[in-house]
């Protein structure tokens, strides 16, 4: 599908990929390596195109590897640059994130997560949330991860991720599932106003000022714990200041179910049928998943339950119980590998906790 | 009075943390004269390896990246693409250019990209102890090889710049090595070629060079320099490849 120079309030079809394709564009992504893998093929495919028709760079890397360490190179060059892959092709590109979070470089990582572990299968799922939010590769590094629900919020918050990395100097995640990655839904394409952050740290050759190195090494004495230090500040106010969250109907809830992505969808309609037959169910909606938004859950003191849902055996679970901290009890409902929990199997379990 | 030699500007005035009788020092510095002589300090972005020249940047006195090992060309391939109008370079040893990335290598090759590869082959992995490196020479010993390398269990020694040479994008491939003054200068005419192609948008150019590591190779630094000619330039023989 081309969008061209759409009027902002006008609507348009779009699958996630798509979305997120486009936003990057939108958001001013200049460079983006990529390496085929269902179920996000639409993405790379979107701006093997879309790109290059605005002079801008596109290159199918020869492996996820590869595709990650172009990102790194362009990255400290200056430019906004993207990749994006699915599970596997994620665990590969590990080895460079590390790197990018330790050379303090912005970049946009997109993981449109499919079934594991190894191969496992190309059906939605939610089982890299461990790997997404603890940092996934080497070293105490954080990534800032958002997990978009709809295509509309696909596209704002890929927008979100390119500011973001840039202010914060990060790497920053769009973690979607397969079934967000294929949806079409009608979106409205912003042109955004884009956020210039100065980079003089890019390397640009060293005309008028002294060399600058972009690297994650530091072998010198203390150098190391310096650099990280400069990490856990920069974790610290992100963690401040950058928490997103969704609330629904929790003010007066019994029950409050927590899910994010395309499952708290799920948990959205049960949440309706449920308040229709009078029970007092809510929802938070983790939108950032690192940071973890704890402040959601420190405004519902009252629920006595929590019920979280996950396309995984329980991994934002251990995050849900950390917010918690011990004063609400905290179940869980879940399925992987294909399996995704239902509408009436929410239901259910919320009417067996009441 | 004219003068006719002095310290490369690309080069800064530091001692280096490499072994007495190591080669880097003099590829740093064939590098370093030539960006002066090129007149492109301040347009280079050279890209430092992992393995014994890792910390390369410190050296030279012009924009750098670091590369995880053997990504070096990725890195370069982005650099080079979102910046054309810098001059970008890639300088790695055998194990970084032709083990760990030979997969990023052969394919930067196969696309043409239009920058600069500064391959140093000293047949051995320096920084880690002496390990078996994919151009260890067959009945060479390494600490992964206390025997020495055999073609039975290794395979024999990768020759990484013929097989680049044979794509069809590849521009410019050159072994050369530093067993000898006049082999130093041959090197850095190879080098300026290589770097001279890339100004000119000529495409992919590599440059081999036959460096001697005597820790290693267990040798003085001499009989390491003769070593390369009697031995190492018999499996890897010199002169223009493409």
Redesign the interface.
Known sequence: MKVKNKKTTEKVLMAGNEAIAEAAFQAGCFFYAGYPITPQNELIAYLSWRLPEAGRVFVQAESELAAINMVFGASAAGARSMTSSSSPGVSLKQEGISYIAGARLPAVIVNIMRGGPGLGNIAPSQSDYFQSTRGGGHGDYHCLVFAPSGVQEAFDLTISAFDLADIYRVPAMILGDGMLGQMMEPITVRQPVQRKTDKPWALTGCAGRTPNVAKSFFLAEGALEKNNLILQETYQEIRKKEQRFETFLTDDAAIILVAYGTMARFAKAAVKQLRKASKKAGLIRPISLWPFPDQAFSAAKKSKTFLVVEMSYGQMLEDVKLAINGRAKVEFLGRSGGGIPTEEEIIKKVKALL | MEKIFSHPESLRDVSTHYCPGCGHGISHRLVAEIVDELGI?????G??PVGCA??A?DY?????????HG?AC??????K???PQ?IVFTYQGDGDLAAIGT??TI?AANRGENFTVVFINNAIYGMTGGQLAPTTLVGQKASTALKGRTVKEHGHPLKISEILASLPAVKYVERVSLHSPSEVLKAKKALKQAFTNQIQGAGFSLVEILSPCATYWGMPPKDALDWIRDVMAKEFPLGRIK
Do not use: G, L, Q, S
Request: aromatic share 10%.
């Open positions: 300090r301040e347009k280079v972005i890209i430092a890792v910390i940047y030279w006195d012009f924009d750098c990246c670091e590369a995880a990504r990725a890195v370069a391939t982005a650099i693409r979102v910046r810098n997969n990023e394919h």
